[in-house]
């Protein structure tokens, strides 16, 4: 069972990315998967929500109208599209699955985003 996140780097201001949390050895489906983000020296922010069971999706205010999530139910994976970036939305992006059946929580190791000039 794991999560593994992939697509950070470093982008200019303005600028795009796609992240990717690829699930291995359990299937999305019937979960809640959080995106969360983390910058230096800050507390963990939520930042966007996708519940696959009816794919209803949240946003944190910081990011609606710039961040997209979604999920390929064919390849287990969920993205978060990630357009215009700042500044502030420099961090370490984690997802995160919350079993609906299970209660169950299973969580990845991260992605560093850096947007910088």
């Known amino acids: 069972v794991q999560l593994v996140e992939s697509g950070g780097a470093l982008v200019q201001p303005g600028g795009s990315l796609r992240l990717s949390c690829a699930a291995s050895?359990?299937?999305?489906?019937?979960?809640?998967i959080v995106w969360f983000r983390q910058a230096p020296g800050k507390g963990r922010e939520g930042v966007s929500c996708i519940v696959t069971t009816d794919n209803s999706t949240y946003y944190a205010d910081s990011v609606k109208g710039r961040f997209t999530i979604s999920m390929d139910t064919g390849k287990n994976i969920v993205y978060l599209q990630m357009t215009n970036l700042k500044p502030e939305d420099t961090a370490v992006y984690y997802c995160?699955?919350?079993?609906?059946?299970?209660?169950?929580?299973?969580w990845g190791q991260g992605t560093q985003v850096t947007v910088s000039s």
């Open positions: 995160s699955a919350f079993s609906l059946r299970t209660g169950r929580t299973s």
């Open positions: 050895g359990f299937s999305l489906g019937h979960h809640s």
